[in-house]
């Protein structure tokens, strides 16, 4: 969906995942809403599933160009890197769990670039986010409908589930998404990359 000048979207800056991680996720996925059909999850589908790493949220496409600069320009300091997927995790926790996630472990090169895309957006007027970045996958989200009782079972539900190592990404951009919340669902589209460049300047991982 192409932007007006004036127009005010929802947007963030996300890593995407390979398509190998996907497919194994999008067969977690498959299985584990086999087994919670009872409860009112709302499902992440595969091929949204990012590792986010801003959420923007409200932002004037004027400042597009802008915030396309900065991602050029932070992203070429940093070296390609992987990061591996596992384990299932839940927030607030596990046992209040309201958004079922999938673990993220990467080097510490993927922190700093995280904590400098804060820090330049933040620049611009979009506040940081108030908890520290927990890296993850979002699989599923329990519907504002749910009631305590379905907290319960999901967090009964995620104490049997034993999830292991899943898959690893390489990353060797970074992106720019608009989101439109539709009532089937949110549609994300790619408005910018910016490429990872390994260079002398590049940071140690």
């Given at each position: 969906m192409a932007a007006r000048s004036d127009e005010i979207i929802r947007a963030f800056i996300?890593?995407?995942?390979?398509p190998e991680l996907q497919q194994v996720l999008a067969r977690l996925s498959r299985e584990l809403q086999a087994r919670l059909s009872h409860l009112p999850l709302r499902w992440v589908p595969p091929e949204n599933i990012h590792l986010t790493l801003k959420f923007l949220g409200d932002i004037s496409t004027?400042?597009?160009?802008l915030i396309?600069?900065?991602?050029?320009?932070?992203?070429?300091?940093?070296?390609?890197?992987?990061f591996s997927a596992g384990t299932l995790g839940a927030f607030p926790s596990m046992r209040h769990p309201r958004v079922l996630w999938v673990g993220v472990e990467g080097p510490k090169v993927l922190f700093q670039l995280q904590e400098s895309l804060e820090k330049l957006m933040a620049r611009l007027g979009?506040?940081?986010?108030?908890?520290?970045?927990?890296?993850?996958l979002t699989l599923a989200r329990m519907a504002r409908t749910a009631r305590g009782e379905d907290?319960?079972?999901?967090?009964?539900?995620?104490?049997?589930?034993?999830?292991?190592?899943?898959?690893?990404t390489r990353v060797e951009a970074i992106h720019l998404y608009r989101s439109d919340l539709?009532?089937?669902g949110a549609v994300y589209t790619r408005l910018f990359t910016a490429p990872l460049q390994p260079s002398e300047s590049a940071l140690v991982v």
């Amino acid at each position: 969906m192409a932007a007006r000048s004036d127009e005010i979207i929802r947007a963030f800056i996300a890593i995407d995942l390979s398509p190998e991680l996907q497919q194994v996720l999008a067969r977690l996925s498959r299985e584990l809403q086999a087994r919670l059909s009872h409860l009112p999850l709302r499902w992440v589908p595969p091929e949204n599933i990012h590792l986010t790493l801003k959420f923007l949220g409200d932002i004037s496409t004027r400042n597009l160009r802008l915030i396309q600069e900065l991602m050029a320009r932070e992203a070429a300091l940093y070296p390609p890197f992987e990061f591996s997927a596992g384990t299932l995790g839940a927030f607030p926790s596990m046992r209040h769990p309201r958004v079922l996630w999938v673990g993220v472990e990467g080097p510490k090169v993927l922190f700093q670039l995280q904590e400098s895309l804060e820090k330049l957006m933040a620049r611009l007027g979009y506040p940081p986010d108030s908890k520290p970045f927990a890296p993850h996958l979002t699989l599923a989200r329990m519907a504002r409908t749910a009631r305590g009782e379905d907290i319960r079972a999901l967090a009964h539900a995620l104490r049997q589930e034993k999830v292991g190592y899943l898959g690893s990404t390489r990353v060797e951009a970074i992106h720019l998404y608009r989101s439109d919340l539709r009532p089937s669902g949110a549609v994300y589209t790619r408005l910018f990359t910016a490429p990872l460049q390994p260079s002398e300047s590049a940071l140690v991982v």
